[in-house]
């Protein structure tokens, strides 16, 4: 049996395993398993009525944004300096839209594949950014706001830091591994 298939075998069995560990602990210890199961689903019910209209205004601004040509005329008056750091303009836009929009970022990186190849240096360009940032202003909203923080202090600044950092980190990788 090659080691690949055990592996296999064990990634299958894992959760599963997890979940019957978890019960067993439960019921050693004198827990309610499904009524516990039942108050924290109505929780998260709750929490996510409470999440709606801040999940609405942060999609209602991302479409106001994408569709006002916003993201097309940064783009066209920051090709100049981003070509001079060598960033490819082709991935400016996922640059762009990562810290706010997981779905759009996930878009432009398709797009990015399908046009130029998902081998591509372009394709792996937007692959790694795609792994080394984070939706910042949609977790800052969501789960801030599902708590009910309003001051986030240097929370915001700390994160598009690091997402700056992480599009920074994969185009100085991509081009040197893969150019």
Known sequence: MSPFSILNIISIWVVPSLILLALIFAYFRGVKVFETFVEGAKEGFGMSVRLIPFLVGMMVAIGLFRDSG??????????????????????????????????????????????????????????????????????????????GIKRTRYTLAVGLLADLAGILAAVFICNLVFK
Request: aromatic share 6%.
């Open 70 to 147: 916003a993201m097309e005329l940064i783009t066209r008056v920051l090709a100049p300096l981003i070509r001079l750091i060598g960033i490819p303009t082709e991935v400016l836009p996922l640059a762009f839209m990562r810290p706010i929009s997981g779905s759009s970022a996930l878009a432009i990186t398709a797009e990015i594949m399908n046009t130029f190849g998902a081998d591509s240096l372009l394709g792996r360009m937007a692959a790694t950014m795609q792994g080394s940032t984070d939706t910042t202003l949609f977790v800052l909203t969501v789960y801030f706001g599902a708590v």
